[in-house]
């Protein structure tokens, strides 16, 4: 089954912050982060396993809550690079990878 | 420079022809993906090979086969494609020896094949 991302969709101007959340309805072992610019492959941001733990990339940071079956997302003082779609991937007891519906950022100037 | 390939950008084909999309990797991985990706629904795997000749259905086999006679190499086979096939193809690898998808190992993507039946 597909995690939910939220919002669907979310429009910024350069500098401000945004949060997407990924939700799972099964036990997760880990989840992944990949962002894909408009015509180009998914590329990856991060690995988050368990532990609850936090990581970041540049401006972008992410945690991990293994009890809630979540993660987030977090985008800090947002760049016009940062534009794209952004997917979550849920890996499972099975080890396999499902990945979200995804969450298109547009950053504005 | 780690690399992922596909054989074409963009595909058009009729209904009920035989489709065979490709997609070649550099880097010896152990793993290789396809996913069809459509609005609103993301990445959705179709199958997955974990070495030479295996191969385990993903999300959506329906309607296709894969075939993997070389390590580096992962075909898409679209036996009688139609139009409810057209879609974003995008192949996938990844280095992961232990379960499939890969619990702590990145995936690398293509560039994808866009493939549009009528």
């Known amino acids: 089954q597909q995690p939910v991302q939220s919002p669907q969709a979310v429009i910024l101007r350069e500098g401000e912050d945004a949060v997407i959340n990924c939700s799972s309805s099964?036990?997760?072992?880990?989840v992944h982060w990949y962002r894909q610019k408009h015509g180009e492959a998914p590329v990856f941001l991060m690995i988050?396993?368990?532990?609850?733990e936090q990581k970041g990339h540049e401006k972008i940071s992410a945690s991990f809550n293994e009890k809630k079956q979540q993660s987030s997302l977090y985008l800090t003082a947002s760049q016009l690079s940062y534009s794209g779609t952004y997917f979550c991937?849920?890996?499972?007891?099975?080890?396999?990878?499902?990945f979200g519906q995804g969450t298109i950022l547009t950053v504005h100037p | 420079d780690v690399k992922v390939t596909q054989s074409s950008r963009y595909l058009v084909k009729r209904t009920g022809e035989k489709v065979f999309l490709e997609c070649v990797q550099d880097?010896?991985?152990?793993?290789m993906f396809w996913y069809r990706q459509d609005p609103g629904l993301g990445l959705r795997l179709i199958y997955f090979?974990?070495?030479?000749?295996?191969?385990e259905k993903g999300d959506i086999p329906e309607g296709y086969s894969v075939s993997r006679e070389k390590k580096e190499r992962f075909s898409l086979i679209l036996e009688s494609a139609s139009t409810n096939q057209t879609s974003m193809y995008l192949c996938?690898?990844?280095?992961?020896?232990?379960?499939?998808?890969?619990?702590?190992?990145?995936?690398?993507f293509g560039p994808g094949t866009r493939l549009t039946v009528t």
């Open positions: 996938a690898s990844s280095s992961d020896p232990g379960l499939a998808g890969g619990s702590s190992y990145e995936q690398y």
């Open positions: 090979s974990y070495d030479v000749k295996m191969k």
């Open positions: 988050l396993l368990k532990g609850g």
């Open positions: 880097m010896d991985h152990e793993n």
């Open positions: 099964k036990a997760l072992y880990s």
């Open positions: 991937g849920t890996v499972g007891s099975y080890g396999k990878l499902t």
